[in-house]
């Protein structure tokens, strides 16, 4: 598994206070292309707001939110074994969807170090665009079973029949995953988990959050998860809808229909796709939409 750190490849580094007209137009870029927007210089739950206040043109209230918004994700001490609580204790939390279970999940996530712990509690992303192009190539038969309207259910008694990866309009896709015990699959779809389990380990990457680093996630995208961790290991996490300058259409361009110099659209497919799936405000607003399991850090 590769590793990384926020001075990596995913676009340039931003602060709070530059996330307003051309700095979010630039965002808005950087999360287009890459589905990662990094942050910096995150003093306190004040920046943290602002940062979300500037990127998403609503928050989701999260059963264990704060009246502000945001979520503390640490060990609680009290959910350890707990089907869908895995993100408040201190063991490995395997990469997931946020709120998979809903029938629209959020599309972004904001992710804030606010204390780092002693060892381990890396965080874990995988790239959707990346998953799909590698069950493009190598597992066609996957990829058409894992995309049928009902080839997962995630949740309890109120959850939700989904594609894993399900195509959109004009090329695109969205990826909806977990993989805890909220999670079920249809006999087709459970025969190709091992090439998606493949796939996906081939291109996660480690992401190590420092004290006032974060992250912003498109969380129709990216899976993300963490390594176990010792000490007192504590995010601050945002969830919302993006704000309207950011310029995110639904899902993520298919990587056979990304703009080539040298080839054209309908030559840049790679080989094997299979035939069916071929692509034809500033005021922050708190949204009562709740999500349930807690699944996340």
């Known amino acids: 598994m590769p590793s990384s750190d926020t001075n990596s490849s995913a676009g340039e580094v931003f602060t709070a206070s530059v996330l307003d007209g051309a700095g979010r137009e630039r965002a808005g870029e950087v999360l287009r292309e890459h589905g990662l927007l990094r942050l910096s210089r995150l003093g306190g739950r004040d920046d943290v707001l602002l940062a979300a206040g500037r990127l998403m043109s609503s928050l989701w209230q999260h059963r264990d939110a704060d009246p502000d918004g945001l979520t503390v994700i640490r060990d609680t001490g009290r959910h350890t074994g707990r089907p869908g609580f895995a993100g408040l204790g201190r063991g490995p939390l395997a990469l997931h969807t946020e709120c998979a279970q809903q029938p629209d ?16 509690g890396e965080s874990l992303l995988v790239d959707g665009q990346a998953v ?68 996906i380990d081939r291109n996660t990457v480690r992401l190590r959050l420092t004290p006032g680093q974060g992250v912003v996630l498109d969380n129709h995208r ?4 963490r390594t176990a961790f010792l000490g007192e ?20 361009p298919a990587p056979w229909s990304l703009p080539s110099p040298t080839t054209a659209h309908a030559e840049s497919r790679p080989e094997g796709t299979p035939g069916e799936l071929l692509p034809p405000a500033e005021r922050l607003t708190v949204n009562t939409r709740h999500c349930r399991p807690t699944v996340s850090w």
């Open 233 to 252: 290991r504590l995010i601050l996490r945002a969830l919302g809808e993006p704000h309207p300058t950011l310029g995110l259409g639904p899902g993520f």
């Open 105 to 120: 999940p959020p599309r972004l996530i904001l992710l804030a170090c606010a204390r780092a712990g002693d060892e381990g």
């Open 132 to 199: 799909l192009a590698e069950l493009t190539a190598h597992h066609p038969a996957a990829l058409e079973a894992l995309s049928v309207d009902r080839a997962a259910y995630f949740g309890g008694s109120g959850g939700h029949f989904t594609p894993v990866l399900q195509p959109l309009s004009d090329g695109r896709w969205r990826l909806r995953l977990r993989q805890d015990d909220l999670a079920r699959f249809s006999p087709d779809a459970e025969t190709h988990l091992p090439a998606l389990r493949r796939a």
């Open 222 to 225: 990216l899976l993300h998860g």
